[in-house]
């Protein structure tokens, strides 16, 4: 099948499919009319049931926390998969990691610095984005990605042998792993000491405080941790392909 | 439906066919950054300041550096190739 | 106008599903798949949005204020990370189709065998 017979094929495809989907969305209710019920029982329930001011983590982690479970899983076994297929093949080997010559063009030693001194400011500002999710905006998921961002800064400034140094690849495998696990077993608190599975086992503090909220700082901390090593496995996975490994 | 909220979704909506238009990876992977940032200013936008950071995050920071990384090893072997003829 | 979002959301989802079939490059096919996921996000949001409401944090509003709906917040938001760790899954499969085939051109690939 050639390529405009493949083109021409799609764009009658599509019209149909375009079609379909306007006609279903003429029946939905209208923008800003949200009729649904779920959505009003949490919020007013929300602050209440959970202690936590940031519905949304609260969604997440608590009300919804076996649905999140299932998605980091998904997150695990595609870096999963990553690490399995840019593995090193019987015809390849590594180079030899040549010190400081792993310098970018236009990289100065400047910039190196600058990178360096930036790892720990974005470091605190990622633990605060996880630990203060179920208070203001962010979590475990966007926290971890800050976190992985803070030892990128190392690698984007030119310092690849640091970047190995704040970001060991056992230390990385270990602590996503341990976060998948963590998040499993808060799962498992859940169901030996309140009956169900991922109940929020622990007493609820007052909203707005920083340790309240029950098993979702917990979670945060789990979700945080392993979306920071994973982040991290796949751009080593990746910067290791384009800067060490070559065919024999 | 506001002014801005409609503003915005003209600007996502002006953005996807540059995304897929463009066809050298390398411009596509700052048009990603880019498209990534206006869908982040409409979440915000529409009241979803979580989603938007995540957005910002992910389409700044971790994809387009995925994209170029494996475009550098794709263009690294070719020339390894070339080198071997 | 009621419906001008999830329009948009067809639009976006039509271009990106456009990029995948003509594509020359999987690279690109791979970032035309996020345009298409672009979509589902707009269209999500737009359905949970309420008018007049609030982003749903109470840490600095009163308890009655309205706010929009965080169910659909909160499958979007995992959602961005989740898909970026799968689109870097698909760009791995394309490296290592360039270092088996020689070629990431989607057209050219299957009538490359062994």
Sequence with gaps: ?248 | MTALQIGALIVVGAGAPLVVLVRDPVRQAFCVGVFGTALALLFFIFQAPDVALSQIVVSTVALPLMILLALAKIREHEEEEEERE | MTVFPFLVAIWILCWGLYGIVSSRNLVHLVICLGVTQAATYVLLLGVGYRNGGAAPIYADIAESTMVVDPVVQALALVDVVVEATVSALLLAVAVQTHKRFGTIDPDELHSLRG
Excluded at chain 1, 43 to 61: I, P
């Design chain 1, 1 to 248: 099948m050639n390529r405009r017979l493949r083109i021409g094929l799609f764009l009658g495809g599509a019209a149909l499919l375009a079609g379909m989907l306007v006609a279903a969305v003429g029946d939905l209710p209208g923008f800003g009319h949200y009729p649904g019920p779920y959505g009003i029982l949490i919020e007013e329930t929300g602050v209440a049931g959970t202690s936590a001011t940031d519905l949304v983590t609260a969604v997440n982690f608590d009300y919804r926390a076996f649905d999140t479970m299932g998605e980091e899983f998904i997150l695990f076994a595609a870096v999963l998969g990553v690490a399995i297929v840019l593995r090193r093949r019987r015809g390849e080997r590594a180079e030899d990691e040549r010190g400081d010559d792993h310098h970018f063009p236009g990289s100065s030693s400047a910039l190196g610095a600058l990178g360096l001194a930036l790892v720990g400011p974005v470091f605190v500002l990622g633990a605060y984005v996880v630990t203060h999710g179920q208070i203001t905006p962010g979590g475990g998921f966007q926290g971890g990605v800050v976190l992985a961002a803070a030892a990128l800064i190392a690698f984007l400034a030119g310092e690849y042998v640091a970047f190995k140094v704040i970001a060991p690849h056992a230390m990385v495998e270990a602590g996503e792993a341990a976060g998948a696990a963590g998040f499993a077993l808060v799962g498992l608190g859940g169901l030996i000491f309140a009956g169900t599975f991922f109940a929020n086992f622990i007493a609820l503090g007052t909203p707005g405080s920083f340790l309240s909220s029950g098993t979702i700082p917990i979670s945060n901390l789990a979700v945080g941790i392993e979306v920071a090593g994973a982040f991290l496995l796949l751009w080593t996975e990746f910067s290791d392909q384009a800067l060490v490994v070559r065919s024999k």
